[in-house]
Structure formats: C-alpha cells, structure tokens
T-cell receptor, first 109, second 112 residues
C-alpha cells in the first residue's frame, strides 16, 4: 500500500531549530515535496527533493534518503510566523500525489 | 500570471442539495486533482484526472462526481449522497516536470 508518516504535532521555541521527519512507503517515487500550510489557506511550496541529499534554501533545508524512504525538513532560527502545518507529499509516479497527514508546529516565545 | 482559480471561496449547502465547485487552470497542465481537508487533518484525494476526458477515483470518491471535458477545467460536484461534506476543498495541478504542485486558494463548503 501507499503510506506517508509524519508526527502529528511538535512544539519549539522562537530562535531554535526544529526537524520534522517524514517516512514513506509508495509503489513508485518521482520526488518528495514539503509544503507549509496556515489554517484555512492553500499550501505553499517549500522544497522538492528527487535525489538523495540535502537541499538548503534560506532558513529551510530538506533532506532525502530514497533507500530509507525518509526525509526531513529542518527549520532554523524559528519565528512565530513559522507556526503552521507542514505537509510531506510524494509524487508516486505519473504525477500521482500522496500526502501525509501533516505536522502541526507551534512556535512559542 | 498562470495559476489555478477556485470558486466560490465560501459555499453553503442545504441538506439534499448538490453543489458544484469550480477549478480552472491556465497553466496548460494535463493533470488536475481534488483534495478534501478536514480541520486539523491532512489532504485526502477525492478524484484526479491525468488527461482530458479521463478521471480516476481517489481514496474518498463516494458522494462526489467530476468531469474533465476541457483541459482547463475540472469541476467537482458534491452530491446529496455525501453525508458529511463540510470541509475545505483544494484543487491542485502538478507541473509536467513533476517538481512543482500548484494549488488553488481553496473552497470552504458548509452544510446548513
């Protein structure tokens, strides 16, 4: 079957670093996405990984290990506005998109 | 600018009524998707279409119907058979390269 797992909730302190993990089991793989979503709004794109390794983009980095079916999103220098849900999604081939349930991150002062 | 337009933003449905949510894209993409999101939950796939005049059921298709008569348009009808339709609905379309997913702004449906 197709399955994507990520923690339901996380909390962190302003200015700190947080890592959100995602594991996946899909019949096909053509890339992994991370999206940020604020309540009641459409998701916004953060990163896309198709090859193993780390992709860095400002305060956000994303890592992929295809052999382990594992990815993480790293958020540095946390700000209050980073409080949101973070969605892990896999392109399972032929543009078949599979989303995890999302991780709700709460950033505290 | 290219993108996905969903309408209406807010919609109220009476018991026993069918309603249709519109999704239009000017990105020239082949694939389009409809997702449902309940409060505090992730996205669940309702229907998807990889090409004009073809569509497939997703994980929660019961009580919904779609059509794909034009490349630009993928409307979703929430039928009276859907007993709990109150949710946030998102239309999405991946780029042909597969490295970007475009989303509409979403539609809120409430049963009154």
């Amino acid at each position: 079957g197709q399955n994507i797992d990520q923690p339901t909730e996380m909390t962190a302190t302003e200015g700190a670093i947080v890592q959100i993990n995602c594991t996946y089991q899909t019949s096909g793989f053509n890339g992994l996405f991370w999206y940020q979503q604020h309540a009641g709004e459409a998701p916004t794109f953060l990163s896309y990984n198709v090859l193993d390794g780390l992709e860095e983009k400002g305060r956000f980095s994303s890592f992929l290990s295809r052999s382990k079916g594992y990815s993480y999103l790293l958020l540095k220098e946390l700000q209050m506005k980073d409080s949101a849900s973070y969605l892990c999604a896999v392109n399972g081939g032929y543009n078949k998109l599979i989303f995890g349930a999302g991780t709700r991150l709460a950033v505290h002062p | 600018d290219g993108g996905i337009t969903q309408s209406p933003k807010y919609l109220f449905r009476k018991e026993g009524q069918n309603v249709t949510l519109s999704c239009e894209q000017n990105l020239n993409h082949d694939a389009m998707y409809w997702y449902r999101q309940d409060p505090g939950q992730g996205l669940r796939l309702i229907y998807y279409s990889q090409i004009v005049n073809d569509f497939q059921k997703g994980d929660i298709a019961e009580g919904y119907s779609v059509s794909r008569e034009k490349k630009e348009s993928f409307p979703l009808t929430v039928t009276s058979a859907q007993k709990n339709p109150t949710a946030f609905y998102l239309c999405a379309s991946p780029a042909s390269s597969g490295n970007t997913i475009y989303f509409g702004e979403g539609s809120w449906l409430t049963v009154v």
